[in-house]
């Protein structure tokens, strides 16, 4: 045989990419290789001469050379890509730091010129190899991170602070802002579909027998909001009243357990039992709209608009109510649930008090589709949970912020900001937050304390039907019920009545120009 000089072809180090997922392929391509002579090997073609044979051999041993070359060579032509998960583990060993992440995660994803991503500082390294796949990394404590998918809702906090403070520069005084709430507030029915609202069904609402508890009652209702489609709640109502009746709108939020969960319940009995109706209702495809729908529904941006108008479609019947004091309507929903108030006190000028719980932040515009799933915060060139916050000016309202969430900097820049829009009405005072440094996301006891207080200075209610002696409020006498005992379509749902509108799909037929599939 002939001497076979070596190559003058040096390989750079830092050129040569050999992980396991390109030598996978690699080997997946000599397979074919092999498969294809050993099929020729074995053909019925006795007259093959050993020739042949070699020459196919030589052929499969050049390929295979010659895909291992293609598969390590970094350069331009395959644009310099590795796999994921190999730059994740040298991105761990050069900066000394751990990345979580699980298999499904990396699976099939590349990183097109790799090697040079990298910087000076871990962070700035992974935003380079992650943004161009719509991924990040949340920072869990120094050095520790895990790999999340792209959260478009959840801002860097100084980004959040700088748009605000951008949309603070189209208004300085009572007027400009009124023409900008008259700008948004419109676009906000179109983004969701509502700039004209569905034909309301004429049906009655659903209401089952009354329960009768110390100093306040239950009754669960549905109400209609579209041909087969049902809202459902409880009311909690005072026994002894004299007059109209302070409504307060008591959305649930994304906690398990739905409105039925023990702190959803005392809420709503201590501000019956102060004086105020409280109608508890569950979120489109949550609690017993699942009946209905999903719970994976409850994810798609189309869940916006039917919660949305199911707030509305509450209004309309509480407002028609001879007993409902309309001057005294207000909203108040922890969580997802706060970002339902927002908007609710935003499109619709009934509601006349609103405390958003554990939910208004300029940098995160809401986890879930039900709070940010249409294209909500594109009105009036743009805006934020905290402009839309705003437009309850110079209504009453008070945010409830704690330290372990996005509310954690309500008091730092988001709160001074709506002191200045209430300021424009001569009413700074009006708005007010209550900020739980040592609390967590939740609408534990200090939370409802907040509201309780913020109630009864608003509407005037009765503080000392719900305090002790010691003038500390006394949540000890409300009943909790359980669970089935709120349901308006019975324990197994055998009540839901017949015309009910059942599966996602035929949902989306009762909104033709919705896009969303």
């Given at each position: 045989?002939?001497?076979?000089?070596?190559?003058?072809?040096r390989?750079?180090?830092?050129?040569?990419?050999?992980?396991?997922?390109?030598?996978?392929?690699?080997?997946?391509?000599?397979?074919?290789?092999?498969?294809?002579?050993?099929?020729?090997?074995?053909?019925?073609?006795?007259?093959?001469?050993?020739?042949?044979?070699?020459?196919?051999?030589?052929?499969?041993?050049?390929t295979?050379?010659?895909?291992?070359?293609?598969?390590?060579?970094?350069?331009?032509?395959?644009l310099?890509?590795?796999?994921?998960?190999?730059?994740?583990?040298?991105?761990?060993?050069?900066?000394?730091?751990?990345?979580k992440?699980?298999?499904?995660?990396?699976?099939?994803?590349?990183?097109?010129?790799?090697?040079?991503r990298?910087?000076?500082?871990?962070?700035?390294?992974?935003?380079?190899?992650?943004?161009?796949?719509?991924?990040?990394?949340?920072?869990?404590?120094?050095?520790?991170?895990?790999?999340?998918?792209?959260?478009?809702?959840?801002?860097?906090?100084?980004?959040?602070?700088?748009?605000?403070?951008?949309?603070?520069?189209?208004?300085?005084?009572?007027?400009?802002?009124?023409?900008?709430?008259?700008?948004?507030?419109?676009?906000?029915?179109?983004?969701?579909l509502?700039?004209?609202?569905?034909?309301k069904p004429?049906?009655?609402?659903?209401?089952?027998?009354?329960?009768?508890?110390?100093?306040?009652?239950?009754?669960?209702?549905?109400?209609?909001?579209?041909?087969?489609?049902?809202?459902?709640?409880?009311?909690?109502?005072?026994?002894?009243?004299?007059?109209?009746?302070?409504?307060?709108?008591?959305?649930?939020g994304?906690?398990?357990?739905?409105?039925?969960?023990?702190?959803?319940?005392?809420?709503?009995?201590?501000?019956?039992?102060?004086?105020?109706m409280?109608?508890?209702y569950?979120?489109?495809?949550?609690?017993?709209?699942?009946?209905?729908?999903?719970?994976?529904?409850?994810?798609?941006?189309?869940?916006?608009?039917?919660?949305?108008?199911?707030?509305i479609?509450?209004?309309?019947?509480?407002?028609a109510?001879?007993?409902?004091?309309?001057?005294?309507?207000?909203?108040?929903?922890?969580?997802?649930?706060?970002s339902?108030?927002?908007?609710?006190?935003?499109?619709?000028?009934r509601?006349?008090?609103?405390?958003?719980?554990?939910?208004?932040?300029?940098?995160?515009?809401?986890g879930?589709?039900?709070?940010?799933?249409?294209?909500?915060?594109?009105?009036?060139?743009?805006?934020?949970?905290?402009?839309?916050?705003?437009?309850?000016?110079?209504?009453?309202?008070?945010?409830v912020?704690?330290?372990?969430?996005?509310?954690?900097?309500?008091?730092?820049?988001?709160?001074?900001?709506?002191?200045?829009?209430y300021?424009?009405?001569?009413?700074?005072?009006?708005?007010?937050?209550?900020?739980?440094?040592?609390?967590?996301h939740?609408?534990?006891?200090?939370?409802?304390?907040?509201?309780?207080?913020?109630?009864?200075?608003?509407?005037?209610?009765?503080?000392?039907?719900?305090?002790?002696?010691?003038?500390?409020?006394?949540?000890?006498?409300?009943?909790i019920?359980?669970?089935?005992?709120?349901?308006?379509?019975?324990?197994?749902?055998?009540?839901?009545?017949?015309?009910?509108?059942?599966?996602?799909?035929?949902?989306?037929?009762?909104?033709?120009?919705?896009?969303?599939?």
């Amino acid at each position: 045989m002939r001497n076979i000089k070596k190559s003058s072809f040096r390989a750079d180090p830092i050129a040569i990419g050999c992980n396991v997922a390109e030598n996978h392929v690699v080997l997946s391509e000599a397979k074919s290789v092999i498969d294809l002579s050993i099929s020729l090997r074995y053909s019925r073609d006795d007259g093959r001469s050993i020739s042949n044979r070699m020459s196919l051999m030589a052929l499969l041993f050049f390929t295979i050379i010659s895909l291992s070359t293609f598969a390590q060579i970094q350069n331009t032509d395959n644009l310099y890509k590795k796999p994921l998960v190999d730059v994740l583990k040298e991105i761990q060993t050069r900066f000394k730091v751990q990345i979580k992440y699980s298999e499904p995660q990396v699976k099939d994803k590349w990183v097109n010129y790799a090697e040079w991503r990298f910087r000076a500082n871990v962070d700035e390294t992974l935003a380079n190899v992650l943004s161009p796949l719509d991924m990040k990394v949340n920072k869990e404590k120094p050095g520790v991170y895990k790999l999340k998918e792209y959260e478009y809702y959840r801002w860097e906090v100084q980004d959040g602070w700088d748009y605000l403070d951008s949309l603070a520069t189209k208004y300085h005084d009572k007027a400009s802002w009124e023409k900008r709430k008259a700008q948004i507030k419109p676009e906000l029915y179109q983004a969701l579909l509502l700039s004209q609202l569905p034909a309301k069904p004429n049906s009655k609402p659903i209401i089952t027998a009354k329960r009768i508890f110390d100093g306040y009652s239950v009754e669960n209702i549905a109400l209609e909001i579209l041909p087969g489609v049902w809202i459902n709640g409880s009311l909690y109502k005072p026994l002894n009243f004299k007059g109209k009746i302070p409504l307060v709108l008591s959305p649930d939020g994304h906690w398990e357990k739905q409105r039925f969960r023990p702190d959803c319940q005392i809420r709503c009995a201590m501000i019956a039992r102060m004086g105020a109706m409280a109608f508890s209702y569950d979120l489109f495809a949550w609690g017993e709209s699942m009946l209905q729908f999903k719970y994976e529904d409850h994810r798609r941006s189309l869940a916006q608009t039917v919660q949305t108008l199911g707030g509305i479609r509450i209004l309309d019947y509480f407002s028609a109510l001879k007993e409902t004091d309309t001057a005294r309507i207000g909203i108040s929903g922890g969580s997802g649930a706060g970002s339902h108030s927002i908007l609710m006190t935003a499109m619709d000028d009934r509601i006349k008090l609103s405390a958003p719980v554990v939910a208004m932040s300029s940098y995160f515009y809401g986890g879930c589709p039900c709070e940010s799933g249409m294209p909500i915060h594109q009105c009036g060139g743009g805006t934020d949970n905290v402009e839309l916050a705003a437009m309850a000016a110079p209504r009453p309202q008070l945010l409830v912020s704690d330290g372990s969430d996005w509310t954690a900097h309500t008091p730092e820049h988001d709160f001074p900001y709506l002191q200045k829009i209430y300021s424009y009405y001569g009413v700074k005072d009006k708005v007010e937050n209550v900020h739980l440094p040592d609390e967590k996301h939740d609408f534990g006891i200090n939370k409802r304390i907040a509201l309780y207080d913020f109630l009864i200075k608003n509407f005037k209610l009765n503080g000392t039907a719900v305090k002790d002696k010691a003038g500390k409020y006394d949540e000890s006498k409300v009943t909790i019920e359980k669970e089935n005992a709120l349901y308006v379509f019975g324990d197994k749902g055998e009540k839901l009545p017949k015309n009910a509108v059942m599966g996602f799909e035929n949902l989306e037929k009762l909104f033709p120009l919705n896009t969303d599939k």
